[in-house]
């Protein structure tokens, strides 16, 4: 499956962001899917993940009710809201498909990247 994200950019602390990430090749309603990122300077960290019908998400401490998972399966597309920027979300965030069902999962576990999207936040 190939991976297409969007959204990203620069924006103040304190503003917001919607990424997308549109799936081509396969249905994306078959597989668990999730948002990585990599910080500058930093490895990738797992920040949100989502199931394959949306009923379950889950989130990374550090953005936990700031940020929110969804998908359109009839569009083909996962995205994620980002309230609340700080300037430590800054990085390139990448959308990805895993291969188990758990909405937490690691590097280990994802077997398509997108090409990811940079986000900056100005302090």
């Known amino acids: 499956v190939q991976l297409q994200a969007s959204g990203g950019g620069l924006v103040q602390a304190g503003g917001s962001l919607r990424l997308s990430c549109a799936a081509s090749?396969?249905?994306?309603?078959?597989?668990?899917m999730g948002w990585f990122r990599q910080p500058p300077g930093k490895e990738r960290e797992f920040v949100s993940g989502?199931?394959?019908?949306?009923?379950?998400?889950y989130y990374a401490d550090s953005v936990k009710g700031r940020f929110t998972i969804s998908r359109d399966n009839a569009k083909n597309t996962v995205y994620l809201q980002m309230n609340s920027l700080k300037p430590e979300d800054t990085a390139v965030y990448y959308c990805?498909?895993?291969?188990?069902?758990?909405?937490?999962?690691?590097?280990?576990?994802?077997?398509?990247w997108g090409q990811g999207t940079q986000v900056t936040v100005s302090s």
């Open positions: 090749g396969r249905t994306l309603s078959a597989y668990t």
């Open positions: 989502i199931s394959r019908n949306g009923g379950s998400t």
């Open positions: 990805v498909v895993s291969r188990f069902s758990s909405v937490y999962f690691s590097t280990s576990s994802v077997t398509s």
